[in-house]
């Protein structure tokens, strides 16, 4: 074999593919519902664009970005995540000045060099909602509660949502502090990766695998300021409220720089070791670090090839057609492949498919009885069968594949038979 996909990247076929376009019809439904607008935005960005607002010492910008410098020595990386680049266009497009809008959606490609394993590939998808300008916990609400209907709607079940708060810059500096020096104290029981981390970035070994339950007792209390511990009480009071089941998690820190207060992950127990299908949190300050006027925001993101697997975890089977709107459908078998008889049979497919019909027809040049093990194979109702006469005729020669009829019809009969 000449090439092979690259590693960490996949090629999608149906039925999978069918579960992809079927969760991101879900999206764009409650979007509308919830008034998210679409944004397309590029598939990539000046590097200091990730840098700044992910941060320089998190494994994204330190070690997953795919960077290149372009002809004229810039240097560009592929989007790692969606937020910094929503940021960005928020900004330069001077929304939180116009306050033209201030939800947005995107469904989009991510690129990140880790080592890939199940669940966790270089290339994947994710569809993300970002709210700006409400500092009110009823921009969470709104978002976790979309969250869900997206769950519900697409199948998924068995989720949990783990919510935590990181603080912000009045209050984490110190907790910072505190938690280094504790941490400095049983640094030879941490694992290598957390003893590196231990300085540039302690709150990551509150979630590593490996140095979280040993750390259990270590780890100080987090004394929030006043209105961090305001926002973070008066979420988990709306979330009870809502009826959105939630657990707090004190490990949950996530892998970027840009969080204040609220961050949350929804898990999934038949996923093993990647077990986050969605996640997010409150970014407060990231845009006016990006440059614009200072502005609350909020966001979240469903990995759509997780949230996928999560759903076959479940035991969900895949569907063969991502829309409802397809009929079942008609077969086409040609009893000979002579040109009228193959200029009919298109000139059918195309009128049956202005009527809503799905058609399929075998691309070899089969045997008929090749054509009718295929047609008895395939998901399709009826069988269409085109020879010379019928061409002559003008006539439809049809066979129903799930019962025993079959019959001759004019052509308002066979579009009635087959809508059916
Ligand atoms: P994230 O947690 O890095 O957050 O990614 C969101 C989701 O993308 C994860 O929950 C996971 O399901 C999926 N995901 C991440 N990495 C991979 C991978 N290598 N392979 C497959 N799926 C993956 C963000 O990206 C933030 N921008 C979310 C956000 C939006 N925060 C605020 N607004």
Known sequence: MAFQAVRGTRDIFAPLSNSFTQLENVARKKAELWDFDEVRLPTFEEAGLFTRSVGETTDIVEKEMYVFNDRKGRSLALRPEGTASMVRAYVEHSFSQKEKKSKFFYIANMFRAERPQAGRYREFEQIGFEIFGDPTPYAEIDLLSLAFTIFKDFGVEKTELHVNSLGCAVCRPAYRQELMVALQKIKDTLCADCQKRLERNPFRVLDCKNCSPKIKDTVPVFKKCADCAAHEKS?????????????????????????????????????????????????????????GTATPAVGLAFGVDRTIEARLAEGVAQVKSASDARKPGVFLALQSQEDSIGAFAMQTATRLRQQNIAVTYSVLQDSMKSQMRQANKSNTKYCLIIGAEECQKQKFKLKDLTGDWEGELGWEELVQKVKI
Request: proline share 2%; glycine share 10%; net charge neutral.
């Open 235 to 291: 979420l988990l009071n709306a979330l009870t409220a809502s009826n959105i089941p939630h657990t707090v998690n004190r490990n949950i820190v996530r892998g970027f720089d840009y969080y204040t207060k609220t961050v949350f992950e929804f898990l999934h127990s038949g996923l093993g070791a990647q077990s986050a299908i969605c996640s997010g949190g409150r970014y407060d300050n990231l845009v006016e670090s990006l440059g």
